[in-house]
């Protein structure tokens, strides 16, 4: 597996706005994969996208996969401050091997 | 069940001193994956084990030394640890994926907080 690279590294909104994140990686993937992980606790994962998919739902998240640029953006809409969180995409080539790139601090303000 | 469980939740040791993780999942992953993760940095993979067997170890001192006695099971033995071992120790387990390529989602424990005097 390979890394993937968030972006921005942090993002600070209101509550009730919108928050994207972008992840770009290097080679083809099977599937990728986003996970939260709020302070001091295990990750949680939230959504899969395989490669043949292009766009993926679930709750309010919304996932998208542009393989040709090899970049997912990961949307949370209505965003609370229960959202307060690092988020990580997690690119899977085919292996078991998961390198987590630095993520995204989002910082939900009440 | 999807619930991987971590005993114990914090654990304080010395240098000298031998002591034991634990990590158990009952949704039938056959693979089991080690993490260390200190304070504001992403997780680094340590060891997976597939089917029982050591798949994966990544140039991990000796001092940490893993064993999965059973699908359900895996441990990880400390001895004479370091300061700079202090961390937030998670263990994972997944499925193969069900396209046989890579594996999907791991699930994750809530960690075992280690701190070394």
């Known amino acids: 597996s390979q890394q993937g690279e968030e972006d921005p590294q942090a993002l600070s909104i209101q509550e009730g706005e919108n928050a994207t994140m972008n992840c770009s990686y290097k080679t083809s993937i099977n599937n990728l994969q986003w996970y939260r992980q709020n302070s001091g606790r295990g990750l949680v994962h939230l959504i899969l996208i395989r490669s043949n998919e292009r766009e993926k739902h679930s709750g309010r998240l919304r996932v998208t996969l542009d393989t040709s640029k090899k970049s997912s953006s990961l949307l949370i809409t209505a965003s609370r401050a229960a959202d307060t969180a690092s988020y990580f995409c997690a690119p899977n080539t085919g292996g078991f091997k998961t390198i987590f790139g630095a993520g995204t601090r989002l910082f939900v303000k009440a | 069940d999807t619930e991987v469980t971590q005993t114990p939740k914090h654990l304080v040791m010395g240098m000298t001193n031998k002591k034991s993780l634990k990590c158990e999942q009952h949704?039938?992953?056959?693979?089991m994956y080690w993490y260390k993760q200190k304070a504001k940095k992403p997780p680094e993979l340590m060891f997976v084990?597939?089917?029982?067997?050591?798949?994966i170890n990544e140039s991990v001192p000796s001092r940490f030394s893993p064993e999965c006695p059973n699908s359900s099971l895996l441990n990880l033995h400390l001895h004479a640890l370091q300061p700079e071992d202090s961390a937030l120790y998670l263990c994972?387990?997944?499925?193969?994926?069900?396209?046989?390529?890579?594996?999907?989602?791991?699930?994750f424990g809530p960690g075992t907080r280690l701190t070394v005097t």
């Open positions: 949704m039938g992953h056959r693979a």
């Open positions: 084990y597939s089917y029982e067997k050591l798949s």
């Open positions: 994972a387990s997944s499925t193969p994926s069900r396209q046989q390529k890579g594996y999907d989602e791991q699930y």
